[in-house]
Every structure is written in structure tokens, then in C-alpha cells.
């Protein structure tokens, strides 16, 4: 059973830089993709950016390529976003989320986990 915590939102002027973390504990020879997503304001919840824990591959959307990084550190089990050049359209909570789909992408059906959240707020 993965567990999933987030850290590392808050308010902040836009153009400066963030860097959310999610520790995961319960990992799972089957958790195959390690997500973050966000919902904005009155929207769904959207995909964000994806790494395959195996391979490292990432996968971004298009909103936010360039500007994001998802990495982990696979000593901490831990899956970080760097958000550089934030805009006040970034605002939103973010989740972090586990899948055992293999090509889970950035699809927010294939995931089992999720945290809490933590909010990010651009001004």
C-alpha cells in the first residue's frame, strides 16, 4: 500500500522557483510511474509530469515543458518537481500519485495513490 506525502508548496511572486517533494513509503515492485499532477481553480485534475521509475523517462504537458523537472532519488524514495519561471497560471494544488500501468502517462485514471496535496499559489 503506497503511501504519499507532498511538501514544498506556498506563495510566491511569479518568475521565482519552487521545488515540491513527495515521499513515498510502500513502494511495490508494481508501482511503474510516479506522477505529479494539479488541479486549478474550478478545472479537473490535470497531469503535469511523469517518471517512470525504472527507466527515468519523464513525460511533461505541454503547459509546463521547459519550466519543470520531475526527478527522484530512488535512495529516499522520494519524487521531486522543480518548478522554475513560475506564473500565476501555475497556481494550483498539486498531487503527487502513484501508478502500477505500465504507459500510465500523464493519465490521472491510471493512478491508485494519491497524497494530500500542497498548494502553490503565483502572484
Known amino acids: 500500500h503506497v503511501q504519499l506525502v507532498e511538501s514544498g508548496g506556498g506563495s510566491v511572486q511569479a518568475g521565482v522557483s519552487l521545488r515540491l517533494s513527495c515521499a513515498a513509503s510502500?513502494?511495490?515492485?508494481?508501482?511503474?510511474?510516479m506522477g505529479w499532477f494539479r488541479r486549478l481553480p474550478g478545472q479537473e485534475r490535470e497531469g503535469v509530469a511523469c517518471?517512470?521509475?525504472?527507466?527515468?523517462?519523464?513525460y511533461y504537458a505541454d503547459s509546463v515543458k521547459g519550466r519543470f523537472t520531475i526527478s527522484q532519488d530512488n535512495a529516499k524514495n522520494t519524487v521531486y518537481l522543480q518548478m522554475n519561471s513560475l506564473k500565476p497560471e501555475d497556481t494550483a494544488m498539486y498531487y503527487c500519485?502513484?501508478?502500477?500501468?505500465?504507459?500510465?502517462?500523464?493519465?490521472?485514471?491510471?493512478?491508485?495513490?494519491w497524497g494530500q496535496g500542497t498548494q502553490v499559489t503565483v502572484s
Open positions: 500519485a502513484a501508478s502500477s500501468t505500465v504507459g500510465a502517462g500523464l493519465n490521472r485514471n491510471l493512478y491508485h495513490a
Open positions: 510502500g513502494y511495490s515492485s508494481n508501482t511503474f510511474c
Open positions: 517518471i517512470y521509475i525504472r527507466s527515468g523517462s519523464t
